[in-house]
């Protein structure tokens, strides 16, 4: 059963401490995506990656967040320092991007409070 | 600016009701057109739509596509306290070989017995 693993699944953290959380794509899928879901601003994209590449990080906060793809099994997102505003459910999703399949398939999702 | 706007953005229905979910959407490449359904946890897919006029069917859902004026509705017929859910509609976007996707606010629907 092929499915998109994040963990953790749950992280409460303080304020200035770092998190990260880690995201196994489906096996064979190229591209992995972050997105970020709150109540007020729904899904949003942070970054997706390409065969490990950074095509778009446009949508994360530069200074303190990171995306990286040390392998083709493992997608990391980063933040530090955390901030109280950066509460929210955290959902990776990959995709195969074979001919006219544009689906994205979605892990859990690792739900962050800093308090 | 968005360039996913759904519409309404939460909505609560009788049981046997049909609601009509909308998104429209403003982007340079279109690709597609998707739709997802969100319960409590991840979304999962539901339609991928590509051409204008085509009806995607399944079960009591189903969607079509207006490439002309930028939107997609999703119908739900006869729905059922099940189909409670966030709907959330996503346009793929094209440059080159690379894709994203990106997601409207969703809509919320609730359905009472």
């Known amino acids: 059963d092929a499915r998109v693993t994040q963990t953790p699944r749950h992280k409460v953290t303080e304020m200035g401490q770092e998190v990260t959380m880690r995201c196994q794509p489906i096996?064979?899928?190229?591209?992995v995506f972050w997105y970020r879901q709150t109540m007020m601003q729904g899904l949003e994209l942070l970054a997706y990656?390409?065969?490990?590449?950074?095509?778009?990080d446009s949508g994360m906060p530069k200074d303190r967040f990171s995306a990286e793809m040390p392998d083709a099994t493992l997608a990391t997102l980063k933040i530090q320092p955390s901030e109280p505003r950066d509460s929210a459910v955290y959902f990776c999703?990959?995709?195969?991007?074979?001919?006219?399949?544009?689906?994205?398939?979605f892990g859990q999702g690792t739900r962050l409070t800093v308090v | 600016e968005d360039k996913v706007v759904q519409s309404p953005l939460s909505l609560v229905v009788h049981e046997g009701d049909t609601v009509t979910l909308n998104c429209s959407y403003e982007?340079?490449?279109?690709?597609?057109l998707l739709w997802y359904k969100q319960e409590k946890k991840a979304p999962t897919f539901l339609f991928m739509l590509?051409?204008?006029?085509i009806e995607k069917k399944s079960g009591r859902l189903s969607s079509i596509l207006d490439k002309k004026e930028l939107f997609s509705i999703l119908n739900i017929t006869a729905t059922q306290t099940g189909d409670s859910a966030i709907y959330l509609c996503?346009?793929?976007?094209?440059?080159?070989?690379?894709?994203?996707?990106?997601f409207g606010k969703g809509t919320l629907l609730t359905v009472n017995p």
């Open positions: 982007v340079t490449n279109f690709r597609s």
């Open positions: 996503a346009v793929e976007e094209s440059g080159g070989s690379n894709y994203k996707l990106t």
């Open positions: 590509t051409s204008s006029g």
């Open positions: 096996l064979g899928h190229n591209t």
């Open positions: 990656f390409r065969n490990r590449a950074p095509l778009d």
């Open positions: 999703a990959s995709g195969p991007r074979g001919g006219m399949e544009a689906e994205a398939f």
